[in-house]
């Protein structure tokens, strides 16, 4: 009988993120940075079905921020450099909702990269307000403005993320089936100023999309949204009946 409730109570759950994330979204026209925005959920949602190479379920669910960057270009055997652009989108303090998402770019050097040239997924995980206040000066440097350290893999990596690293920025690579943590020591964190503007049709800066909610959420970021959505079920589950 308990469990029978709490299946009940799993099942109004998903069901009222549905039409939160249906609601909540509103059209714009399509243009390359709303495929962008498309690509980043199918990322993040290719990441959650990685079974045990996922990230953490806690850590996510924790995260303050997140950011996702497609097909990032790679180059250099050891020491090399990558360019990408992505989307970060940040959860207000109250509720848990997460901001319409703000296009960055993802620039600069970087160590431990596999040889040659090759798009590679990047996700960043911003773990105390610290990082999450540096995104308001609209560039940021990743190991300077912000800490930062290749985060854990699998489903149980929680209570180990814990007590290895408190705040600061966990980075993660995906490139060719793989799923790692990633050293991004050095890399710089833009605003794309345009690329907003194309999105919302209007001149907006990253602090008044992720901060101000100047920006109505785009139909776009569904798919974000329901990956993001299913973490938070999936630990209330997991809490649910661990009980």
Known sequence: MKHKGAIFAVIVVCIAAFFLISDATSRYPENKWTRLVEQCGRVLANVRNMSDQ????GTLLDAKA???FPSTISA????GGEYGQGIIMVKDKLG???SSPAIFTL???SIGWQ???QATDII???RDQQSVNAILQGKLKLGADASVAAGPVGRNASAATDIQFKGGILSYSVSRGLFIGARLEGAVLTQHW???QELYGKRLSAEEILFENKAKMPKCARRVLRALARYKILMYIINKFSK
Request: no cysteine; proline share 4%.
């Open 54 to 57: 996922s990230i953490p379920e």
């Open 66 to 68: 997140i950011g996702i």
């Open 76 to 79: 250099g055997l050891g020491l």
């Open 96 to 98: 848990g909702r997460w």
């Open 107 to 109: 620039a600069g050097g």
């Open 115 to 117: 040889i040659g040239g």
């Open 124 to 126: 960043l995980i911003f």
């Open 194 to 196: 345009d690329g907003n």
